[in-house]
């Protein structure tokens, strides 16, 4: 059994060390948010934050996030009630299939955590790992510097 | 002390006898004047002399300076080389530019310190620093004043550098061995004039010369070591000259080597430049290691078995390694770019320090922003300390087939430090 801290709350996990925390999150954990993309660490589609600091969950061993805090999508608000990032997403209408999305508020949610007010080159340089394929790029840029003057 | 003392009177004793100002000219020299062809030789000889990479700053304008270097001596900064005539070299004339380049004096008369690497571009043919002239002469000026370096006491008196060239500079143009091919000799004056290889792969003393009794025996670069290119290679399959030219020319040899660190910049401007000049490099670099030896041979057998079968070992080390490495590097597991590198085959596994091995697993491998490569994620974020460590333990031992390092603790803490 191995122990994770994840969105707060502390759980066991009975897999093998070796699995990657993005398949225990979501086969073992129902944390869908996460999503799969590459399995290789290339896209970002899986990105979730390791004691603060963006990762991808999909690389991430299981015995690496042990006894570590995970934050999840899912940690960051509801549907009724969406975190900052979320609703400045939202607004900015940043999704268009959606599916990496996840993993650029989670990479968007690092960045801010780090750095409050992101220039706009901080804001490209900091979210280059994480690919969209739909092109909502500009959006997906608008709606973290929304997030950066909220509350 | 004392030797320090007696360094400290002879160069003040030679503080005064650098050599004479050449006179400024008037103004930059109008654009209009140089002829578009030398222009042109002038960017792709720029290019593999990698002129632009120190003397240009993150995110600033080019040629303009600003770009820090950290030595053992202390920080340098990139200088402005743009035609500014009053922050940049606008002001220079050929004549000032070319000793500048070949005897590493400034126009006004100074010495300049070797990180600008005129060891080697004495070697350069006049031709080719008439080329280099035009073309820096027509970029665009940028008003910029230099950063004044910051070096430890004695290193930053200027005029010790009068010494320092007495015992290890020696000037000289670039003498073609008869013997060889054309193409070797091509490679030999790039590999060792414009393209300053050896700056970053020979070791170098405690007062920063090279030590030519290990001429491309292995050195540092910005906290990355540059492998050997001569006989000690540490590459477990030896290079052949084709192998050399795609390594060089695209930054990828799918059995030796991605490049990284202080070596990508290289690539990405051997990438741009004439083929022949790089295919003359790799010809000079073949011959420079020499065919590889029985236990050479021997010991790439053994790599391409161990690249071609499951990894080795059991435990907790052997776990993370297959969960954050094997999914990409694993036999039979090719990244969908077909890039990921058999960690048997590659160098920073057998050199004799983890450097390399810990910038590439926490700082991962990725492309200039905006630019389309091949990536690699970094680590640094995902792996605890421990946790990196067990793993440099794990791929030391069981693919780079060698003693275990002893310097990971300390080039760990390092490279977390600059992270911060």
Redesign the interface.
Known sequence: MIRLDVNGKSQEVDADPATPLLYVLRDHLQLNGAKFGCGLGQCGACTVLLDGKAVFSCVVPLASAAERRVTTLEGLGTPDKPGRVQRAFITEQAAQCGFCIPGMIMQAQALLEHTPKPSPAEIRSHMSGNLCRCGTHMRIVRAIERASREP | MRTLATLGIVAVMCAACAADPVAPAPSAPARASFDPALVARGAQLSAIGNCQVCHTAA?GRSFAGGRPLETPFGTLYGTNITPDPDSGIGRWSEQAFRRALREGIDREGRHLYPVFPYEYYTRLSDEHIGALYAYIMTREPVQAQNRPHELRPPFNIRGLLGVWKSLYFEPGAFQPDPARSAQWNRGAYLVNGLGHCSACHTPRNFLGAERKDQLFGGGEAEGWYGPALNAASPSPLPWNAEQLFKYLRTGLDEQHAIAAGPMEPVVRNLAVVPEEEVRAMAVYLEALAGPPSEARRKNAEAALALAASAPPGVG?SR??Y???CG??HDHGRG??SGSALPLALGTAMTIPTSANLLHITLEGI?PP??QPGR???G?A????DS?VKDLMAYIREHFGRAPAWTDVDAELAKIRKERK
């Open positions: 995110g907790r776990e993370l297959a969960a954050a999914v990409c990244a969908s990725a922003e905006g990536a690699m994620p680590f974020n995902a792996l605890t946790q």
